[in-house]
């Protein structure tokens, strides 16, 4: 076919009275194209058009070597008359190459191959998630608010301890030891149970800061998650993005084979080598994406990894959460919702701590010792008790504040559930609307696109489409792809955080389990 279309070329170059780009203009010009067309046992629905050799034939390359160097091009007109204007070459009467193949682009960084050294049980979510658990720092700072809180109320019931005091008076007056020498010893005697209610106070804010702990934990896990399956995801958008550049690849050795037939442009092979070069920056980008997603796991388990590709699924088969299921967990459940009614428990017991502390304790005194006034000496001993008489501070301003703790607490309960349920309105948007993309290209777009890249490869091999088209399809296939992959993604994060209790960034330090503003006296006695 391709000798009779050369033929048809010469014979109308010849009608028209010039000279054919394929005729006989001097041996060397003649070029013999060879198309290889293979197509791949193992996968029906891929064909590749290999790289376009061109080569002389053996007469011409035998003819050419014979004159070797002595031959020359004979001289234009332009060049035998340099002041006569140059005569433009008409069209057909000369044949240009077309463009070289663009080089490949440097990449700056360490390339991420399909390949990894890291233990095969290093890839899995669930061993993440133990590594987060092992080594994440935020946990421990968690875990030490829960200690300190529980210090603070064992620290609350533990009594005052005795005082003693030794005393002498007139010491070496006279020519005498000292008129009086003895010791005493003081006990504070805690009254109207208020060691009791110190130690309930703080017990009630040690269960504040096991919530926050849970909370942190749920952070960490989701944050884990989610970064898992962004990992996994452009992991997958990586190997299309690779599969892209081998469709760029053919397409453009599709239209370089058709420039030197006379079926394309210049100006196509042009477009061509443009197109190549942008699908190697954008595997050059997608590689780069998967790194810093790397890297950004790894920091999110407190470990330093090498890479390796994470083994898993995106696909999502299960019914669709519903909003008022997600709803009623989120608000029942959530250990942000358990730490806010916690922390109004801690500041009741706060309140009946202060209304009790205008109640004086009592504080008992006794000693004995040697009275040297009186001969013989004598042994005396002494006994006082000691109170404060709540005359003119009966702890008012405290119990003031204390009961504006309690209120503003209790209105921080509906302010979380409110929070929370406006969180979880704006993430249950984006699930649900990536839920519905997610079953549509599943169900319908990716299906139909399959069957329309099967049909145009099909109908090539019958000769009745153009390899471009087929390279067409098969670039629309891999792009749409590429956007359920994105969907798949987006469905999974927002998952997480619904299941999780709208919980991420698990590398913020754990809150204080006292709010700011609240009442943090010493714990003893109060």
Known sequence: MRTATLQCCALLAALAGCQSPVGEKSPADKLTVRTDVVSNDDDREQESIRQVSYRLPEDHREQGGSQG??????????????YSP?????????FVPPPPVPREPRDAAAS??????????????ESFES?????????VQARAHTQAALGMAIQAGLWPNPQMALSGEELGADGRTAEFLGATVRQEIITAHKQ?????????????????????????????????????????????QRELLKNAEDELLTRREQYNVGQATIAGVHGANIALQRQRLAVLESENKLRTTWQELTALAGVDLPFARLSGTLEYG??????????????????????ARSKVEADRMQLQRELVQSVPNVAVRAGAGQDFTSVPSRTVGMASIELDLPIWNRNEGTVREARSDLA????????????????????????????QHVQNF??????????????????????????????????????LRSEYIEHLIGLRESEVKIVGYLLSDGLMAPPNPVPPGHINVNPQPR
């Open 69 to 82: 160097a002595a031959h020359e091009l004979p001289l234009t007109h332009h060049q035998m008359n340099p």
């Open 86 to 94: 140059p005569i433009v070459p008409q069209v057909g009467q000369q």
């Open 112 to 125: 991420i191959g399909p390949q990894g050294a890291i233990a095969p049980d290093a890839t899995t979510l």
């Open 131 to 139: 590594l987060a658990c092992a080594n994440n720092p935020t946990l």
């Open 196 to 240: 009791q209610l110190s130690r309930a106070k703080y017990l009630a804010r040690t269960a504040v800061a096991e919530w926050v702990a849970i909370e942190q934990q749920f952070r960490v896990l989701n944050d884990v998650r989610i970064h898992y399956f962004r990992t996994l995801g452009q992991q997958q958008i990586t190997d299309i």
């Open 318 to 339: 299960w019914p669709a959460i519903q909003w008022h299921e997600a709803l009623d967990r989120v608000v029942t459940e959530s250990p942000q919702m358990q730490a």
């Open 408 to 435: 503003r607490q209790q209105s921080e309960i509906r302010r979380v559930e409110l929070h929370l349920r406006q969180l979880l309105a704006r993430e249950y948007e984006r699930y649900i609307t990536e839920f």
């Open 442 to 479: 599943r169900d319908v777009i990716l299906p139909e696109a399959k069957a329309a890249y099967a049909v145009l490869l099909d109908s090539y091999g019958f000769d009745r489409v153009r390899w471009t088209e087929v390279l067409a399809a098969q670039r629309d296939y891999f792009d």
